[in-house]
């Protein structure tokens, strides 16, 4: 194998590495890594203590946090569970898929009103038991969450916040109008949970604050872990992607739509369960409880904890319920105080009190046993492993086992030459402007293909309609015969083209493996439900990407930076990783845009040796470039667009000779020699 990508620019980027990662690092970022060194059981023994603690609260009572007279700590206690289980699910939306909903509390509002609806002696539908009533309103509200999701979700940022405030008030108004859900009226005597006491009396009756405590926490507590298997599975990976980029996402494979949607059905079959607990609890429903003041509150919730942190979700739902109760005195003015705080927070500390950093692959101690068997490098996670200022070679840290997982089956020899692609006639326009003017070339299989031409020629214009991001005016572009204009980007990758982006875009708030893992997820086939109660087809794929993830940053030269956010890397890292991403997706065409962007003669050489390797391992690839040295020594053959048009195809040496691309580059007196 050829050397790709190491040594000089290795040994230039550690500095500045090294500088990023004490600054990321902190005292939370190093007690949560010297946590995953604890054996299972360990931490399986702590977790059942806080359980413990968690469900002794409302018996302990302890005075420094004990409610003002007037307000019973036990029913306190329910609130704030009630409260988290809320924000829990609508971090789901708004934390993990950075979907601004402003409108939670309609989800709610419905999931209340179907524990009333047919539990309620006021009710004239047939009665169920309370307890068949949580799950009839989680299918509800995720019918509800469908409904709304599938003409809203194309939406983003302000449009899609002003929607979904418009659902929670149609909710509430709905409930005023229709007869049925008898409006202020509302319904009495909500169902509880079956159960008595020696006495004969209701365990679960509105004033026994502790029961409803516990059975709300118990059912947090399997939220909790079903939400954990969901975000340490390609569904999780998903959502932070679309929530950090989701043109990016869709590239690399994320359907962003279908992720979105089921985003926004688990969030409101979320927040209609907290519904029905509420119901049952409190014993009365009516439309006066599900104003929009209550939505603000529950966004509160999750901003103040920290949005995209379940935990933090938690801690900020438990004091959005606590501080009015403990501090009685500020109760009425608490949505002036929650909306100073959110503003305070935005400013001084956006990532919340606990922050948003997700682990989204499960087992660290697997990445780094993976990651010494495969390229003899351990991951620095978090500052935590020393790094030497001299890097290996990249040639003596790439082992034959890393050159096998990473290329893919080679293409037969016979097939060596044959057309891969074939843009025939392609042109794209923009209101008047002509981008992409009837360009017509073929791709052949397994050679490096350079396009070229001077800034505006179109050449990200046809790589965007190649993959989809823009719809062509006319012409066709076939992938081994099938056309594939009007597909979606996501099918496009997974049918076998890749790309990189002229402008960075990776994943920011991801590691650098799990960017990697990200472009894998495309050629996965666990669903949601499978994610969800970690199947072992979700297992056995995830144990799969961890290696094939690991054995492509090898390959770039990068394995010793695999649990390295990638917003912390050095530009040079970025440019490799955003490679290593590309070929996550087993690309049959791999289409690199501007990859020497901003590096010197050093890395250049480096990534012309890594260009090389990569399409000695079977790949394809189509590469951009201004660098007139590197396309010309790393390229079979060339084409030259000027103004959206061909203006030239051949070899390297035939296009350095063209008269016409002498004149595009130099002008025509230059071409005349006459400059």
Known sequence: MSTPMGGAAAAQAITD?????????????????????????QQWFVWALVAMLVYALPLLNPPILTTEPGNDWQLACFDMSRFALVALGLNVVVGQAGLLDLGYVGFFAVGSYVAALWTSPDSAYIHIPYLWTLPLAMVVTVCFGVVLGIPTLRLRGDYLAI???????????????????????????????????????????????????????????????????????RVGRAWIAIREDEDAAEIMGVPKFRFKIWAFGIGAALGGLSGAVFAGQVGFVNNQKFDVQTSILF??????????????????????????????????????????????MMIFRPQGLLGSRSQLLANVRSIRDTSRRLVGAVPVIYGETPVSTEPEPVEEAVTPEVAEIVAPDRPLETAVGENLVEINDLSVTFGGLTALDHVSFDIRRGEILGLIGPNGAGKTTCFNAMTGVYDPSSGDVTLEGANIIGKSQHVITRLGIARTFQNIRLFGEMTALENVVVGLDARHRTGTWGALFRSPTHRREERESIERGLALLGFVGIADRAEILARNLPYGYQRRLEIARALATEPKLLCLDEPAAGFNPAEKDELMALIRTIRDDGYTILLIEHDMRLVMEV????????????????SPAEIRNNPAVIAAYLGEEASNGTA
């Open 163 to 233: 929607v979904t405030l418009g659902f929670g008030e149609i909710i509430r108004l709905l409930a005023t109008l229709i007869p049925a859900l008898k409006g202020q009226v509302g319904f009495q005597n909500v169902g509880a949970p079956p159960g008595t006491d020696a006495g004969g009396h209701e365990i679960f009756n509105n004033s026994a604050g502790t029961p409803w405590f516990w059975f709300t926490v118990t059912i947090i507590i399997c939220v909790l872990m079903l939400l954990t298997n969901l975000e340490r599975s």
């Open 17 to 41: 590495t090294q500088a990023t990662e004490t600054r990321y690092t902190g005292r939370l970022g190093h007690l949560r890594h010297r946590w995953e060194q604890f054996p299972r059981w």
């Open 299 to 344: 966004l509160a919730a999750v901003v103040l904890g920290g949005s995209g942190n379940k935990f933090g979700a938690l801690l900020g739902g438990a004091l959005v319920s606590y501080i009015p109760l403990r501090f009685t005195a500020i109760a009425d003015y608490k949505y002036l105080i929650f909306g100073a705080a959110l503003v305070l």
């Open 635 to 650: 390229t079979d053959r060339i084409v030259v667009l000027e103004f959206g048009k061909k203006i030239a195809e051949g």
